[in-house]
C-alpha cells in the first residue's frame, strides 16, 4: 500500500470522486482521498492522498490555491460560468468597456471578501445540497462567506475575455468572483475557463495525468512520485523526544515539555535564534509541531497547550506495521 500524496493533474471532463476511482484501480489500494473538489469543466492540480495520508486530506483542503481563470464578460448564467443557462447577455456593452475600468474592477476584489456561494455547489442547507435544489428549480438564500483574495493580477485583456491569476483562501469559488466582477461592471460575466496551477506546494508543472501514473505503476516507478507525509508537512517545526518520552509518543498520548530533547531540537534551527533556550521559545501556545521519537522516527503532529505545558496529539501517523515515515529529521541521526 502506498502512504502520502500524489499530485494528480485533474483533466476536463473528470469529478474529484472519477479521479479517487480510477486511481482506486491504478494503484489497487481502497484508502484514498481527494483533497478538494474541482468542477468537471476545470482542471489542474489535485493533490490525492493515499493510505495514511488519507489523514491529511482536511488540512490540505484548508490551504491556498492559485487558479487561472478566463472570464467572459457580456453575460450571466445560471451556473456563473459557461456551461450553464444564460440568463443575461450584453456583449455591446461589454466590448465598450475600458480596459483601465475592467483592470480597476478586479483587482478591487483583492483582500477580505464578501461572498455569496452560488447555487450550483455542494454546499448544503439544512441537509441538502444546493445543486440538488438547483437542478429541481428552486433557489434558497445563502449567507455571504468570509473569504481572502491573497493576490489577485490580470494577464491579459482581449474583451469580452479577460484572463486572470488568482490566489485564494479555502472556500473561495472563482466563478463567483467572475460573476461578482460582471455585476461591478454592470455587463454580467462568467467563467469561461479554470485551470488550478497551486494548492499549497503543489504546483502544475509538478503534476502527472492519471494516464502517466497508470506507466508509471507499469514502470514500477510511481513511488518516487508519491510525498510522504512527513514531507507534506514539512511547515511545521521538528521536536525530538528523550527516550522516556517515546512510550507516550508511541501510543498518541500528550507529551510533556521535559520529555523534549532540547539540544537536538535546539540543532534543527528551530528558532531565530540558537541553543537549548531559542529552541525552548518556539513552544507558544497553539502552535503544531511535527514529533520524532528518540530514534528519530516520525510520530505525528502535536499541539503545544500552554496551561497544562504539554504538546497534545493532533494528527497521529506512528504505525509501526506499515513503517510510516522512518525519514528522521537532519540532524544526523
Known sequence: MYHGIINVYKEPGYTSHDVVA??????????????????????????????????????????????????????????????????????????????????EAVLSFLGDYAQIPPMYSALKVDGKKLCDLARAGKEVERKPRNVQILDISIKEISLPRVRMSVTCSKGTYIRTL????????????????LIRTRV?????EDSLTLDEIERLRDEGTVGERIVPIEEAL????????????????H????????QIDWERTAGLGNSQGSGNEAARECLQNG????????????????????????????KMFFSPETKIAQKSPKDGL
Not at 48 to 77: I, S
Not at 234 to 249: K, M, T, V
Not at 290 to 314: I, N
Request: charge should be neutral.
Open 251 to 258: 501510543n498518541g498520548n500528550p507529551c510533556f515539555k521535559p
Open 178 to 193: 467572475c460573476h461578482d466582477i460582471g455585476i461591478k461592471l454592470g455587463c454580467g460575466g462568467a467563467m469561461e475557463h
Open 22 to 103: 480510477r486511481l482506486r484501480g491504478i494503484l489497487k489500494q481502497k484508502k484514498i482521498g481527494h483533497t478538494g473538489t474541482l468542477d468537471p469543466a476545470a482542471e489542474g492540480v489535485l493533490p490525492v492522498c493515499l493510505g495514511m495520508g488519507t489523514r491529511l486530506c482536511d488540512m490540505l483542503a484548508d490551504r491556498t490555491k492559485t487558479y487561472e481563470a478566463v472570464l467572459l464578460l457580456g453575460v450571466a448564467t445560471d451556473t456563473q460560468d459557461t456551461t450553464g443557462e444564460i440568463l443575461k447577455e450584453n456583449r455591446e456593452e461589454a466590448l465598450a468597456l475600458e480596459e483601465g475600468q475592467v483592470r
Open 200 to 204: 499549497d506546494r503543489f504546483q502544475a
Open 287 to 314: 502552535c503544531r509541531f511535527r514529533l520524532y521519537d528518540s530514534a528519530g522516527v516520525f510520530a505525528g503532529v502535536y499541539e503545544y497547550q500552554q496551561e497544562k505545558h504539554w504538546l497534545k496529539p493532533w
Open 234 to 249: 514539512a511547515s511545521y517545526r521538528p521536536l525530538i523526544c528523550l527516550p522516556e518520552g517515546d512510550r507516550a509518543l
